[in-house]
Structures are given as C-alpha cells and as structure tokens.
C-alpha cells in the first residue's frame, strides 16, 4: 500500500474538469489498495472522506475562464511539515504553477525530501500565453522542483514548455466510462421527434455559447430550404454570459436554458442529445466534456482548436474553424442530414474513448510515481500491482 497526496490548486466546493480528474484518480488509486488523501482548498463546507482542506478560496479571472483558488497561502515549512507527519510516498500537484497551494505544496514536499509528480492540465489562450514569458523566472524553480512532470496533451505540453522544456510524460486526462456507456440513447427527447442539439459548459466567451447561438438562424434557415426538421437546442450550465444567453433565447425561440446541472443529469442529457456541439473559441487542453459525449455515443462537433484536435480524429466527430457562424450552421447541417454519419461517428466515438478509460490512465500514472519513488532510491513495485481493467 501506498500513501498518495493529490493537491488540487481549485475550489473543492465547486465543480470543474480538474477537480474530477482528481476524484476520480483518487477514486481509482484507493480502489486498488492505497490510501490517497486529497489536499485543496474549499469555500463551503466539505463532507468528503480523505479530502483535507487547508484554507478558504477565492475568484479570479484565469486563461479566458474564472478560478477558485485558495486563501490564504500556506507556508512551506507547514507543507513539509504536514507531508512528513503524513509519510506520504509521493505528492502528485495538479496545476503546480497555477495556485498559491500548489506552489506551497511543491516546494514544501520537495523541502521534505518527498518525491512530487506535477501534472499541467492548462492550455494558454492566445491572450494569456505572454504572462507565463513575463513570469518564466519566477516559474522555473518551481518546476524545477518536481521530480517528474505530466502534461495532458501535446497542447499543454506546449504552454508549459514555454516556462521550462524537458522531458514530460504525455497522459490524458481519464474518464470512468461506466456511467456514461451503460446510458441508453434516445436522441429525439422532443415530444414532437424533432432533433436536439446540445451544449453543455460554463457560460463564458471562451466555450462558445454565444456562438452557436449565432449560428442559429443560419441553420434554420438552410435545414428549412431542405425541408429537414429544425433542431430544438439545449444549453446548460452557469456564467458570466447567462443574461445574455437568456435574452438570446428568449429573441430566437425553440431554446432551453437548464442552468446548473447534476452529474446524473448531464448523462441524461447527452443520451438524450442528436449532435454534441462545443464551439470553444481556444484555451482548451483536451476538453472532457468531448469524451463524455463520446462515451455516451452521442455525434460531436466541436471547434478546430489544438486541443479539441487531441479528441477528435478522423472518423469520431466533426471540426470547424472556431469564431465562424457560418462554418458552424453548415457542420451542423451536415451532420443532422446524415443519419448514416451520425451512427458511424458514434461507433467510432465509442471505440476511441477506450484509450481515456481509468484503467488505462491510471496505471500509467501509476507507472510515474513509481519512476519518482525509484529515483529517491526507494523500491517501489505498486504500479504493477494495479489492475489495467480497472474502473473507478
């Protein structure tokens, strides 16, 4: 058995692409026998076994999105401290550059003699890439820090080779496909059979709402020219951009907002979905929201980003140039004009996602911590004792 600390760098309290991967590797790890405890930062109430919070968070504005992090900082000599009381064999920080925590973490296992694993989970926007340039020599020590480091894409990669090159592991963020596979598809929930066509992210410019909401009119007005069904849209989840979204819908008609969502939910909603659509403008490392999808079988498209790119390859969905209504409205014609595309793209959806199952993710972090371990000279054989099959 291993002792595991996972520190999260976001608000444990509220929900986000980070925050699961961390649940859900912890949820894997102890399903294979070690004992994991989670680290982070919280700004209500958590009543969560093995979740240890170390201070409140709060808002900031981060790559084109919104942040929790935490507050105050914690000091290192209280981080190397808490690690060794612990006996942790390893700290594995998400996000290492990102929160006060994280940093706090790093250095503070590191100080402790403590083998740290760091994966980069961010993809810089356009906008935000200058700031890690600006900040490089505050940065480098940090990394420099971590005796072996994870990206989850070749695109975070890239963003975190700005601060520091080298050698990183190349692992992808894992998805327990369970739940998602074992959903039964019913793509036309409309009483009245017509189409769906979903949209399932924080309500912000940076994951496209707004543009698919542009592209709208333009859809309807060539699937009603083909005389093909016009497709009832779904938007959910919360943001800045709600009000807007809200006067959008109200002014085009034949739109759901459903706000904030459960998990339970989003798995109905995707089964239930005709076509996944994110028209994300950028900043995406990989994009889970695509893999769930996938996992369910519902047909994506999603904007050509970098990260996007990742995820989709020839055969499982459909990209279009991002920031483009027009592109957009015609994907989406496309793909709704094709019954035989939207089975195959499923198919192949469905086949792909196996590489994202926690079996295979998680042994193959598994498989860094025990290279972090070895190289403090401890042996270490865990990773092999866990099983590729599994599922958290």
């Not at 760098?9 to 989670?38: F, M, Q």
């Not at 170390?54 to 942040?67: C, Q, R």
């Not at 006996?87 to 403590?114: K, M, N, Q, Y």
């Not at 990989?286 to 999603?302: F, H, K, N, R, S």
């Amino acid at each position: 058995m291993m002792k595991i600390a996972l520190v999260s760098p976001y608000d444990w309290s509220h929900p986000g692409g980070v925050r699961n991967h961390i649940r859900e590797l912890a949820a894997y790890l102890r399903g294979a026998g070690h004992k994991v405890t989670v680290v982070t930062s919280a700004s209500a109430p958590v009543d969560e076994a093995g979740v240890m919070v170390v201070g409140d968070a709060f808002t900031v504005p981060l790559n084109g999105s919104i942040a929790r992090l935490n507050y105050p900082t914690p000091r290192l000599r209280q981080m190397a401290q808490l690690f060794l009381s612990a006996r942790f064999d390893v700290v594995h920080i998400h996000e290492p550059l990102v929160a006060p925590l994280t940093i706090a973490c790093t250095l503070g296992a590191r100080a402790a003699a403590i083998p740290v694993v760091g994966t980069f989970h961010a993809a810089a926007s356009p906008n935000a890439a200058w700031i890690y340039d600006l900040a490089r020599p505050v940065l480098r020590p940090i990394c420099a820090a971590l005796t072996e480091r994870i990206a989850v894409s070749p695109v975070a990669l890239e963003t975190i080779a700005r601060v520091y090159p080298g050698h990183y592991h190349i692992i992808p963020n894992g998805l327990n496909l369970a739940p998602f596979q074992a959903a039964q598809r019913h793509p036309s929930p409309c009483a009245d059979g017509r189409p769906t066509i979903l949209f399932l992210g924080r309500l912000e410019p940076r994951k496209g709402a707004t543009e698919l909401l542009a592209a709208l009119p333009r859809l309807r007005a060539s699937l009603a020219l083909a005389h093909l069904p016009l497709p009832h849209v779904v938007i959910a989840g919360d943001g800045p951009e709600r009000d807007i979204c809200q006067e959008l819908a109200e002014k085009l008609g034949d739109i759901t907002l459903a706000g904030t969502i459960t998990d339970a939910e989003k798995i109905r909603l995707l089964a239930g979905a005709t076509l996944f659509c994110a028209p994300a403008l950028g900043g995406e490392s990989q994009g889970i929201v695509l893999l769930e999808a996938m996992a369910v079988g519902t047909p994506v498209i999603a904007s050509d980003i970098p990260g996007y790119r990742t995820v989709i390859t020839p055969g499982t969905g459909m990209l279009v140039p991002p920031r483009d209504p027009s592109a957009l409205a015609s994907g989406l014609h496309r793909a709704l004009a094709d019954a035989t595309w939207q089975r195959t793209v499923a198919l192949e959806g469905r086949r792909a996602i196996q590489r994202y199952d926690w079996g295979t993710v998680g042994h193959e972090i598994s498989s860094v911590y025990c290279q972090a371990i070895q190289q403090r000279g401890v042996a270490a054989t865990f990773a092999e004792s866990l099983p590729r099959g599994y599922n958290a």
